[in-house]
Structures are given as structure tokens and as C-alpha cells.
């Protein structure tokens, strides 16, 4: 798991990402972070993802094109 700060994933490698996962770090009390991602070939947005569950696909070549992040 990446560092706050610091990059996660390739650069310069014209690779696309497919799957991710978002968490708070720090003290947070009863706060949540729930994200979403678009992928263009199921036509919508995957149902939301809550505190370090997965979103995208995993060996579906399917990319993430948007990302929609709430916290609460």
C-alpha cells in the first residue's frame, strides 16, 4: 500500500487502471470515504465502494475512466 503522498501505479508505461481501493489516514472518527468508479464497457457506475473495498475489475481489461469520491 502506497504511503500518503506518495504515487501508486505505473508512469510512462501507457498502462490504464483497472481496479482500486481509497482509505483515511489519520485520526477520523466516524468519518468514511465511499468512491465509485465509471467503466466504459458495462455503460455505467459501479455500485459504491466504502473504507479499502475494491472498485474496478480485476483480469477484465476493463479501465477506470471516472472517479467519484465522497466523504462523509
Keep these: 500500500m502506497p504511503f500518503l503522498g506518495a504515487m ?3 508512469e510512462g508505461q501507457h498502462l ?3 481496479a482500486m481501493q481509497a482509505q ?3 485520526e477520523h472518527p466516524g468519518q468514511q470515504i465511499e468512491y465509485s468508479v465509471y467503466l466504459p464497457d458495462f455503460g455505467n ?3 459504491p465502494s466504502k ?3 475494491e472498485a474496478g475489475t480485476t483480469g477484465l481489461s476493463e479501465p477506470i475512466t471516472a472517479l467519484w469520491v465522497y466523504i462523509s
Excluded: I, S
Design 51 to 53: 473504507n479499502d473495498k
Design 16 to 18: 490504464r487502471m483497472e
Design 45 to 47: 457506475w459501479q455500485q
Design 24 to 26: 483515511l489516514f489519520g
Design 8 to 10: 501508486a501505479g505505473t
